[in-house]
């Protein structure tokens, strides 16, 4: 190759995707890895950062590196987000990372922090209310139940900051990202919190800041060798996968809204105006300037690889065939996606899912279908919610591997009643690490938006009917079966106290 190129490298839940691309946006290779999430107990999800993350940008970069060589301009790196991995002072890990807000270990320490500082203050100065997806809580967590672990950190990374660290040697975090770090994160003030900072961190310093674009470092002669990037190649500091993502769209302008279909639902809406929502995350956005809306669901795609599992790899055509043939309504049933939990909008790390109306002449293309239209029902409730704090919005772009479902989307769009505009590159995050590099390294202006539209699912009116009276029963279904969920949870977990 003679053009110059651009390497974006994203570590999600499920897997490790690379991108090599030109100043164009043009996709010159890709490769990827995957890898499983770790739930030792209830209630807890964890990456192992060397095996998993690190291990995996090297391979993709050994992969990739060769075909771009000298060409190579910028690296960007994003990654599954917030959360934590405790490291020591060679940027070793000390325990496994914790996962963002399907790890819901941390309640206890959620309680006491709002006690602590209040929960009004919190939402005030950090833009969020406190739940299974914030920071602080973890971290204290690790004070209280791992203090030999805590006691040997010097510092403590994203997915992104972690693989920064490792390439160039520097302890930095992006902007976006940090402000997810509630309650450490002065939104207002677009910096730290230091008090709060250094009364949750106890010692261990948060990471000095940069915005996503901004160049960070170069690959270090260490990190070259391990990885094959040219040493001295220019590092930005990446963000979070779901705002690289919602970046390489194009999911910039005031209005547009972002739904990745991935082994969770995320939404980001970019406002100008938003109204602080204890429901919602606000958060400073990709671009210096910017803030964002956001909300996520605990379950989707995992949700289909549960029934994938159950019903076998071979027969999966099949099952995707009868879930086309079934009708509205899957035939009666009603499913509460809160396999692993939920986040937006119930918060409540206790549920758990629920299938309503089964009889013996049900099979498993209703089954695929009743998790399409639950996952629909909480996307619509998340949509609400945004309306809300900052009205209806202006375009709706469909991402993430769950895009490529035709059936999936045209649910989505009837059950919530919205166009979604499909992308044609669907590679995903990395693809806006590709874009994030050559904006920091100066290869295009900040401006550029590589994105294009390749087709627009249309709601279908002749449904809304029948989806407006299964919306009332699922948004009831919850408050109905909390109680007895709330049982079976903690028997699940040892105990009914």
């Not at 409540?348 to 899912?353: K, S």
Request: with cysteine.
């Amino acid at each position: 190759m003679t053009e110059e190129a651009v390497l974006g490298i994203d570590i999600g839940t499920s897997s490790t995707k690379a991108a090599l691309a030109d100043a164009g946006g043009s996709i010159i290779a890709t490769a990827q890895r995957k890898h499983a999430t770790s739930m030792p107990r209830p209630g807890w999800a964890e990456h192992d950062a060397e095996r998993t993350w690190w291990a995996e940008l090297v391979a993709v970069c050994n992969e990739l590196a060769p075909l771009a060589g000298s060409r190579l301009r910028g690296v960007c790196v994003s990654g599954i987000g917030p959360c934590i991995v405790p490291c020591d002072d060679r940027v070793r890990p000390l325990r496994p990372a914790i996962l963002y807000g399907i790890d819901t270990r941390a309640t206890a320490e959620i309680d006491e922090l709002e006690h602590r500082f209040g929960s009004e203050a919190i939402l005030r100065r950090g833009g969020s209310a406190l739940s299974s997806q914030a920071i602080g809580p973890k971290l204290l967590w690790l004070r209280h139940h791992e203090p030999e672990v805590w006691d040997c950190t010097k510092g403590w990374y994203m997915a992104s900051s972690f693989a920064v660290a490792r390439l160039t040697g520097e302890y930095i975090l992006d902007h976006h990202s940090a402000s997810q770090c509630d309650p450490l994160y002065d939104l207002a003030a677009g910096d730290w919190a230091y008090d709060w900072t250094s009364e949750i961190g106890n010692g261990v310093p948060p990471p000095p800041l940069a915005w996503p674009s901004q160049q960070v470092g170069v690959v270090s002669t260490a990190a070259a060798e391990e990885t094959g990037l040219p040493p001295g190649t220019p590092v930005v500091a990446g963000t979070i996968d779901a705002w690289a993502e919602a970046f390489s769209v194009g999911v910039r302008a005031d209005g547009d809204l972002m739904v990745m279909y991935g082994s969770t639902i995320f939404i980001v809406r970019v406002g100008e105006t938003t109204t602080a929502s204890p429901l919602l995350w606000t958060t400073q956005g990709v671009e210096m300037g910017t803030r964002t809306l956001a909300a996520g669901m605990s379950t989707a795609g995992s949700l289909t690889e549960w029934v994938r599992s159950l019903v076998g790899g071979p027969a999966w055509d099949e099952v995707l065939a009868e879930a086309a043939l079934t009708p509205p309504g899957a035939n009666g049933l009603l499913m509460l996606p809160y396999f692993a939990g939920e986040r937006t909008p119930i918060y409540d790390p206790l549920a758990r899912g629920v299938l309503a109306g089964l009889t013996l002449r049900h099979g498993r293309g209703d089954l695929l279908r009743a998790v399409y239209e639950g996952t629909a029902f909480g996307v619509r409730q998340i949509l609400a919610l945004f309306s809300d704090a900052s009205g209806p919005p202006a375009r709706v772009v469909a991402v993430g591997g769950g895009a490529s479902s035709a059936l999936w989307l045209q649910i989505v769009s009837d059950v919530a009643a919205i166009s979604q505009e499909v992308p044609a590159q669907t590679i995903g995050a990395c693809y806006g690490g590709c874009l994030l590099a050559a904006i920091g390294v100066g290869l295009v202006s900040e401006s550029t938006d590589w994105s294009l539209t390749r087709l627009t699912v249309e709601p279908r009116p002749e449904h809304r009917e029948l989806y407006d009276s299964l919306y009332a029963l699922y948004a009831r279904l919850y408050d109905e079966t909390a109680e007895t969920v709330h049982h079976l949870t903690r028997l699940d977990s040892g105990g009914t106290k």
